[in-house]
């Protein structure tokens, strides 16, 4: 399988090897503060930005790649004690870019970064919080609070509806066009499978 993304060098030799130490770096731009986090400890300096580490108290939901570009979800979120929340639950968010790389370090946990590669993007649906039961490095349970930003990725449910485009379509706009007909069940047919191969 050939890699389809803009691989940096570095990083591709990285993770060609027997193991690598992964970080996931998120971008979300809050409204009057954009955010730039990541999976370990300490910050990271990449693209001209400074990344904070929020370690395990931070949380990403990637969805597998969907095919034809249908919409799909995913989910970023930071879990803390509810004052340190508090300011945000009101935000208008809505829309904000939200972008999502993978990339690897040089040690397990570290922050000196080999390089990274965009693996989803989107803009925010919507915004919710949750509590959430957290262990500390005591090893005592504490409650803390997750505020969780949803994102779609890829084109809306009403763009997509006024973008569809079928044969009819063709044929109103261009009569006598039969390029068209070769695409009626095209996706169908491209998933079935057949075994034994006939």
């Not at 300096?45 to 949380?59: D, E, M």
């Not at 803390?144 to 930003?149: D, K, Q, R, T």
């Not at 039969?178 to 169908?188: E, V």
């Amino acid at each position: 399988m050939d890699l389809i993304r803009n691989v940096p060098p570095a990083l591709l030799a990285a993770i060609s090897g027997p193991y690598f130490h992964p970080v996931v770096l998120a971008y979300l731009d809050w409204p009057g503060a954009p955010l730039h986090a990541h999976s370990n400890g300490g910050d990271i300096n990449w693209s001209g930005q400074t990344w904070l580490g929020v370690g395990k108290f931070g949380r990403i939901d990637i969805p597998e790649e969907a095919f034809g570009g249908v919409p799909t979800e995913f989910t970023m979120a930071i879990v803390t004690d509810f004052p340190d929340l508090e300011d945000y639950t009101d935000t208008a968010i809505k829309g904000a870019e939200a972008r999502v790389y993978l990339g690897a370090v040089t040690e397990r946990g570290g922050n000196q970064l080999i390089g990274a590669v965009e693996i989803v993007s989107g803009v925010a649906d919507a915004m919710g919080m949750t509590p959430e039961l957290v262990e500390l490095s005591d090893g005592s349970l504490v409650t803390m609070y997750g505020l969780s930003v949803t994102m779609t990725t890829g084109p809306s449910y009403r763009s997509m509806a006024a973008i569809s485009h079928s044969h009819e379509d063709q044929q109103r706009h261009h009569p006598g066009d039969t390029a068209g007909r070769h695409l009626i069940l095209a996706q169908a047919e491209a998933q079935k499978t057949l075994w034994p191969e006939p």
